[in-house]
């Protein structure tokens, strides 16, 4: 099992920045991919990012250039802990963030509760 906490989110005008945490405990050795994941009022839930355990990281189109994940792990802890740095936020990106995490190269089998993000003037 895996256990993931989100935080960071908020409200921030366009333009402005936040950054995202997600850490993970329990199971962390079996993890392939991290992930953020957003999903705005009306819409269906989009990957923003990934990263899997070897580096290698996808974005969406929407937010190439503007956001970076990243990631640490705590081997002694046994804690992963991923980031979403999001940079010149826009209006559109107000939604509701959430972390997962996969075993597999495909799919993901954790999920956080998610945490709110709010880009307004």
């Known amino acids: 099992q895996v256990q993931l906490v989100e935080s960071g989110g908020g409200l921030v005008q366009p333009g402005g920045s936040l950054r995202l945490s997600c850490a993970a405990s329990?199971?962390?050795?079996?993890?392939?991919?991290m992930a953020w994941f957003r999903q705005a009022p009306g819409k269906q839930r989009e990957l923003v990012a990934r990263?899997?355990?070897?580096?290698?990281?996808?974005?969406?189109?929407s937010v190439k250039g503007r956001f970076t994940i990243s990631s640490t792990r705590d081997s002694v802890n046994a804690k992963n802990t991923v980031y979403l740095q999001m940079n010149s936020l826009k209006p559109e990106d107000t939604a509701v963030h959430y972390c997962?995490?996969?075993?597999?190269?495909?799919?993901?089998?954790?999920w956080g509760q998610g945490t709110q993000v709010i880009v307004s003037s």
């Open positions: 997962a995490a996969g075993v597999g190269a495909s799919g993901y089998d954790y």
């Open positions: 329990g199971s962390i050795f079996n993890i392939y991919a």
């Open positions: 990263i899997t355990s070897g580096g290698t990281t996808n974005y969406a189109d």
